[in-house]
């Protein structure tokens, strides 16, 4: 008589992240009517786990989370997925998932008005950009810096960073999106700026990148 096979608890939590994952990514592009109450039930449900079930999936799940509540305009409710998916990811030691929760972070600090904490969360992020080496992964980063440094009106300093983010984003295929968002966010800049010329320059190119936004994230970045 052969033995039942019974995973264990962080593989049965694992497997629970990865449905759930699936389930929540469709909801970022095209999120439903209750796209807010499931993705608040999803981290009742995955929410302060222990060390012991960390595992990319669930990373990869506060992640979405907490992009949800970002687009949903809604960022004190991202904050402590965004810290989740920080320890997580530092505990399984991935440099990527580490990255890319990092900036989560930094986004959801910059929207809530913590500057210190957006500051110091994306620094780290672009130091483990450069130590795994690959500069496109400083695009998203770069963004997000320029955001924060945007909202406390240093517009010279993060239109520096939106250029950054841009030239990054321009020969890489998984942070396209980023050129485009750049390129708004300098138009924002060179407005405040009183740079005319950097600013219609930047304005026809994030038009020319986003002529017919379709999904939630497309459209903020018309706002």
Not at 98 to 126: F, H, I, M, V
Not at 149 to 158: E, K, M, R, T, V
Not at 166 to 172: E, L, T
Request: charged share 20%.
């Amino acid at each position: 008589m052969s033995a039942v096979f019974i995973p264990s608890p962080p593989d049965q939590a694992r497997a629970r992240c990865a449905d759930l994952l699936s389930q929540l990514r469709p909801l970022l592009s095209a999120p439903s009517t209750d796209a807010t109450s499931t993705f608040r039930a999803a981290f009742d449900e995955v929410g302060g786990l222990s060390p012991e079930y960390a595992s990319p999936e669930l990373v990869e799940c506060l992640v979405s989370i907490t992009l949800y509540f970002y687009l949903a305009a809604q960022p004190s409710l991202g904050v402590a997925p965004a810290s989740e998916a920080v320890s997580h990811a530092r505990n399984l030691g991935d440099l990527k998932l580490l990255r890319k929760a990092l900036t989560s972070l930094g986004a959801l600090y910059t929207e809530t008005g913590n500057l210190p904490g957006s500051t110091q969360a994306l620094s780290e992020a672009l130091q483990i950009a450069r130590k795994i080496g690959d500069p496109a992964l400083e695009a998203p980063i770069w963004n997000n810096l320029g955001l924060a440094l945007q909202s406390a009106a240093q517009y010279g300093d993060a239109l520096q960073c939106f250029e950054r983010a841009a030239a990054h984003a321009r020969a890489s295929t998984e942070f396209k999106a980023v050129e485009r968002q750049a390129s708004a966010n300098i138009a924002n800049c060179a407005l405040h700026l009183h740079d005319v010329r950097t600013g219609i320059r930047a304005v026809r190119k994030a038009i020319e990148l986003n002529p017919n936004p379709s999904s939630a994230p497309e459209c903020l970045s018309r706002v």
